[in-house]
């Protein structure tokens, strides 16, 4: 059994070498994967002539990870991004440098390049902060022809809020559905610090007498959990729903109409600011600089001052969200509690995004709570426990299970499992988009299945399992 979990990930991680996709995994991983690959080239000289053929291509496609010389616990989460035009030929050789300097600095995270610029959400070790910085000055800035914004740090800190460096080469940064020729990213709208944005908001009605005109440039479950007051949230699954929502909204006001957007960290904003200018013709877009993140942050030094912003800050990270207010904006899919807590359904086949509370995800094992994810995952935990490997993918009799970082104090023990079984598949169409209100219907609903099935609802632990 174990020889077959080993060349399972052996697989896996081949996939992840010979990708376009580089990443780099935790050394402890790495090694464990080189160790193995030449047990395996000595049994099969095909394997030998591809991805391993030298420890030279491995070393130049894993760069020595530091993830495991730092504490996990002093990660700050951070964002930058910046649209800058960049050559097609450049992009590799940028690609390659990222993940080399990046890697040596023990940063994780995601990071997309394109020809329109560069897009980063990433944790950095307290302790290297001051060399991002000194990097940034030094490299970044020159190539991007100044500062990319400042180094958006964001308010929560758990542990590291990525498993991993992963660099990306896309087409556009955000995709927008619209040909490129149609505007221009050059017309870039007005940033407002947070401190001018919250005055700017604060004082509107009083200056012209009406509401302002605020958009939220956020897909619909961004905003279910966290907005600011008085914005139109549009229904929107992606970026493209976003823009044709603004277009929408924005069509017949006057051109001199200021109009206010907002994102997770401003890069949204500032294509979709710039298209409102450039393309609609409006003479002045407003968007926070540094987004939502960056007025959270500016809002919580503030001793007189009530937060614009209310509940949680959704983040495309483990941490899923940083909170600004008290307020649970949501709804526990499973008991209709207020909530602000998304997760993914454990069962790895389902893995439909929800809001579930704490209590809910204790006792339904972190999955949406219909029968067949939660009896695949109870049966998982119950016979295979001995097998979580807190660094990566397991495969127990044809069930594949890893291991996620879940939100905060993030430990081996507390590590999220994450359970698929070979061949099965969820009943429900799911694409990443697939809503868990119309899977599991209205909050509650899908509790009824065990009264249908005659079973009775697990009995709710008295520990949490994800504290
Ligand atoms: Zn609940
Ligand atoms: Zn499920």
Redesign the pocket.
């Known amino acids: 059994m174990f020889r077959r979990l080993f060349s399972q990930q052996s697989t896996l991680l081949r996939k992840t070498i010979t990708s376009k996709t580089l990443t780099i995994i935790p050394k402890t991983l790495a090694q464990s994967v080189l160790q193995h690959s030449m047990q395996v080239t000595s049994e099969n000289p095909t394997i030998l002539s591809s991805a391993f053929s030298t420890t030279s291509i491995l070393e130049r496609n894993f760069p020595v990870s530091k993830i495991e010389n730092y504490d996990s616990s002093t990660y700050k989460t951070l964002a930058f991004y910046k649209f800058y035009p960049l050559k097609k030929p450049e992009l590799e050789a940028l690609k390659e440098k990222l993940l080399t300097d990046f890697g040596e600095l023990g940063i994780v995270g995601r990071i997309y390049i394109s020809t329109e610029g560069i897009n980063a959400q990433i944790a950095c070790p307290e302790e290297c902060l001051s060399k991002l910085q000194a990097y940034h000055d030094e490299y970044l800035k020159p190539m991007f022809d100044g500062n990319l914004m400042d180094l958006n740090i964001g308010t929560e800190h758990g542990k590291r809020s990525f498993r991993a460096l992963h660099v990306r080469i896309r087409k556009q940064l955000i995709a927008d559905g619209l040909d490129p020729n149609t505007y221009d990213l050059n017309n870039v709208p007005s940033h407002l610090s947070p401190a001018e944005w919250h005055e700017k908001l604060t004082t509107y009605e009083e200056r012209h007498g009406k509401k302002p005109v605020l958009i939220d440039m956020r897909n619909h479950y961004e905003s279910n959990i966290g907005f600011f007051d008085g914005a139109i949230c549009p229904d929107a699954d992606t970026y493209k729903d976003s823009i044709t929502a603004m277009n929408e909204i924005c069509d017949n006001l006057p051109r001199d109409q200021e109009i206010f957007m907002y994102c997770t960290g401003g890069i949204r904003c500032t294509k979709a600011g710039a298209i409102l200018q450039s393309a609609s013709g409006f003479d002045t877009v407003h968007l926070v600089e540094g987004g939502i993140t960056a007025y959270g942050r500016w809002i919580s030094e503030q001793k007189d001052k009530g937060s614009l912003f209310r509940g949680k800050n959704f983040t495309f990270d483990a941490r899923m969200g940083e909170k600004i207010t008290d307020e649970l904006l949501g709804k526990c899919q499973l008991c209709g509690q207020p909530c602000n807590r998304y997760q993914n359904?454990?069962?790895a086949s389902?893995?439909?995004l929800m809001l579930c509370c704490p209590s809910c995800a204790s006792q339904f094992l972190n999955?949406?709570?219909?029968l067949?994810?939660y009896d695949t995952v109870h049966e998982f935990m119950n016979f295979t426990k001995e097998h979580y490997h807190p660094a990566g993918p397991v495969l127990v009799d044809g069930v594949r299970a890893f291991t996620k970082q879940g939100e905060k104090n993030m430990d081996a023990s507390s590590h999220r499992v994450v359970i698929g079984k070979k061949g099965v598949s969820?009943d429900h169409e799911h694409t990443r988009r697939t809503r868990a209100i119309e899977v599991l219907g209205e909050p509650g609903n899908v509790l009824k299945e065990w009264a249908k099935a005659g079973r009775e609802l697990p009995v709710r632990p008295t520990t949490d399992i994800n504290a």
């Open positions: 359904c454990a069962h389902c893995n439909i999955t949406c709570a219909r067949q994810c969820c």
